[in-house]
């Protein structure tokens, strides 16, 4: 791959451009805030009907995490503070602190689809020979932490309700300072609305939109990295952009939910090229036969990705379960 040419073709799409910036703001949280008081209301009408608004209130709460996501990246807005300052702000909304999740992803970015740099950022994948040689126990939690429902039902609540209030160890003071800080903004938005709503219909409403965004923002990065084709190599094969172009993915979106997904479709231009702003990705992926080359996944094709377990080094390919009893008689190694 000429590394030259595809520097040249995202630098000119990487400027945030403030009146686009400030009306994705707008139109996103405007919406979002003024259907949370609409499912408010509706509960005195019938809870059917603040379930239904709050599918819609998920919609715009994913768009939000999008623009949480592109402060984290600093391509959001030219200035650094209105990044920070908009991405706590979204990451209050979204139950995710801001400078913590900031380290992590920058992480899952420089370690993208590197066997020997799995860990951190990722979904927990195994390679065959790593599970045929794990103990007992430790298959049994793998194949419960990769059933669906507790990935993308349990698993969202957890790490959005749960494990995103504490700090990690490997984080410094400012990461810290700022898990403290997101949760010293929930107690109070929680406190402010027991105090005028009731805790009972906060968590009505809350909780509905929590566990719709988690689930399909969970699953929308788990098919950005596990899908047919997809790019995973040892450490010493690995190449930045190889693991861009083809460990991620581009899920061509039916247009209304690009639009609610906030274009994170085009995650192989997204991982080539973090500093171009979402609101740029589909334009910098038109304008070069470079990222046109990359084969799709529709919303069709990527339900095959509920199949996928394993990685089999020596097939270079995800699989199911089913083949596992076959490899068992295949050596380990050619």
């Not at 899908?227 to 190599?233: D, H, I, L």
Request: with cysteine; net charge positive.
């Amino acid at each position: 791959m000429n590394m030259l040419s595809w520097k040249q073709a995202v630098t000119s799409h990487q400027e945030p451009v403030l009146r686009k910036s400030v009306w994705q703001v707008i139109n996103t949280l405007i919406p979002y805030l003024t259907l949370c008081g609409v499912m408010i209301w509706s509960l005195d009408v019938s809870y059917w009907l603040t379930l239904a608004v709050a599918v819609a209130a998920g919609g715009f709460l994913i768009r939000i995490f999008i623009i949480f996501h592109d402060c984290g990246h600093g391509s959001f807005f030219r200035s650094q503070r209105a990044n920070h300052f908009w991405g706590f702000v979204t990451g209050v909304l979204t139950f995710t602190p801001y400078h913590q999740w900031r380290q992590k992803h920058a992480l899952h970015h420089a370690t993208s689809g590197d066997l020997d740099r799995r860990g951190t950022g990722d979904i927990w994948t195994l390679t065959v020979q790593e599970y045929f040689e794990a103990p007992r126990w430790k298959r049994l939690a793998y194949r419960l932490f990769r059933n669906p429902f507790v990935l993308f039902v349990l698993l969202p609540l957890y790490l959005f309700l749960i494990h995103q209030r504490f700090p990690s160890p490997a984080v410094g003071r400012r990461e810290r300072l700022g898990v403290h800080w997101t949760n010293g903004a929930l107690l109070l938005i929680a406190i402010a609305m027991s105090m005028t709503i009731g805790i009972k219909a906060y968590l009505l409403i809350q909780l509905p939109v929590m566990m719709i965004t988690g689930t399909v923002g969970l699953w929308l990065f788990y098919v950005q990295h596990q899908f047919e084709g997809v790019y995973w190599k040892r450490r010493e094969h690995w190449g930045f952009a190889e693991a861009a172009l083809h460990g991620s993915s581009f899920y061509k979106l039916p247009r209304i939910l690009q639009w609610f997904s906030g274009n994170i479709g085009f995650h192989h231009i997204h991982h080539l090229s973090p500093r171009i702003p979402n609101y740029n990705l589909e334009k910098c992926h038109q304008a070069d036969p470079l990222f046109q080359s990359v084969k799709p996944i529709t919303l069709g094709s990527s339900l095959r990705s509920f199949t996928y377990r394993l990685w089999d080094e020596q097939r270079g390919k995800l699989i199911g379960y089913r083949h596992l009893r076959e490899l068992r008689r295949r050596p380990l190694h050619p």
